[in-house]
C-alpha cells in the first residue's frame, strides 16, 4: 500500500511540474526560467529532479530509478499574464501555503482559463500603438490616421490567418504585407505622406521583441540550444514581415 502511495505522489508530482512548465513554455517564458521553477517545485517536496527544457519539448525525471515523463510544446504565443499566475502557484507551492493536489488543480485552471482580451480590443490597441509610434519615429501628425489604419489592418489579418494555418510565417508574412498595402493605398490616394514610416509604424505590433529578448537571456543564462532556436525563429519572423513589405514595395 506504501508503495502504490508513493508511485501514486510521484505522478502526481510529475504531472503537476510537467504542467507548470508547459504552461510556461506556451505562454513565452525563458527556459531558464521555466526549469528554475519547476526544480523549485520540486524541491519543495523533497524530491532531486532533473529536467531538460526545449522551446518544443521538456523531459522530466524524479531520479535514476524513478519515472521519467516527456511533453511536447507545440504551441508558443505570448501571455505573461499566465506566466505570472503559475510562479504564484509555484511560490505557495514552495511556502506550504498550498499541497500539491491543489497546486495541480490551480494549474489546471490557468491552463483552461483564456486571459487575452477581447479580439476588437487588442486589435483597436493594435492600431493605437501604430498611430503612437509614428510619433515615436518623429513621423507627421497627419500621418497617423494611416499608420493607426495600417497597424489595425496588419493585425486583424495576423489573428484571420493564425485561425486558418499554423504556419506563423504565412500569417505573419500576410499581415505584413496587408499594413503595408493599406499604407500604401493612404499615401496613394493622398491620406498620407511619408510611406515608410507609416509602413514601419503598421509592422512594429508584428515584430517579436519579447521573441528575441528571451534568446538572448537564454543564451547568456547558457542554455545555447533554446537561445539560439529562439533566435531561429526571431529570424524568420523578421524575414516574414520583411518579405511581405518588399512585395508592396517592389510595386511602389
Not at 41 to 61: C, E, F, H, K, W
Not at 121 to 146: E, H, K, N, T
Not at 176 to 186: E, G
Request: glycine residues 8%; hydrophobic residues 50%.
Amino acid at each position: 500500500m506504501g508503495y502504490e502511495k508513493n508511485e501514486k505522489n510521484d505522478d502526481l508530482a510529475l504531472d503537476c511540474l510537467l504542467l507548470a512548465g508547459q504552461i510556461m513554455m506556451e505562454s513565452g517564458a525563458e527556459t531558464y526560467r521555466v526549469e528554475d521553477t519547476m526544480l523549485r517545485m520540486a524541491r519543495s517536496q523533497n524530491l532531486d529532479a532533473q529536467s531538460y527544457v526545449t522551446p518544443t519539448g521538456i523531459i522530466l525525471s524524479l531520479g535514476e530509478q524513478q519515472k521519467t515523463k516527456i511533453i511536447s510544446i507545440s504551441n508558443r504565443i505570448t501571455d505573461l499574464h499566465k506566466i505570472a499566475k503559475v510562479n504564484n502557484v509555484s511560490r505557495k507551492l514552495t511556502l506550504k501555503i498550498i499541497t500539491l493536489e491543489e497546486a495541480y488543480d490551480e494549474l489546471s485552471l490557468i491552463q483552461k482559463t483564456n486571459y487575452f482580451l477581447p479580439i476588437w480590443l487588442q486589435i483597436l490597441m493594435s492600431a493605437v500603438s501604430s498611430a503612437c509610434f509614428m510619433i515615436l519615429f518623429r513621423g507627421a501628425w497627419f500621418d497617423m490616421p494611416a499608420a493607426f489604419l495600417a497597424g489595425g489592418a496588419g493585425y486583424l489579418a495576423l489573428l484571420l490567418i493564425q485561425h486558418l494555418s499554423k504556419v506563423k510565417f504565412f500569417s505573419e508574412f500576410f499581415a505584413s504585407f496587408v499594413a503595408a498595402l493599406v499604407a500604401y493605398v493612404a499615401v496613394r490616394f493622398g491620406y498620407g505622406n511619408e510611406l515608410d514610416k507609416i509602413i514601419i509604424s503598421g509592422v512594429m505590433p508584428l515584430v517579436p521583441g519579447i521573441l528575441i529578448t528571451n534568446a538572448v537571456r537564454d543564451l547568456m543564462a547558457g542554455h545555447l540550444t533554446a537561445g539560439i532556436a529562439k533566435g531561429t525563429e526571431a529570424f524568420l519572423t523578421a524575414f516574414a514581415i520583411g518579405s511581405g513589405v518588399a512585395v508592396v514595395v517592389a510595386f511602389h
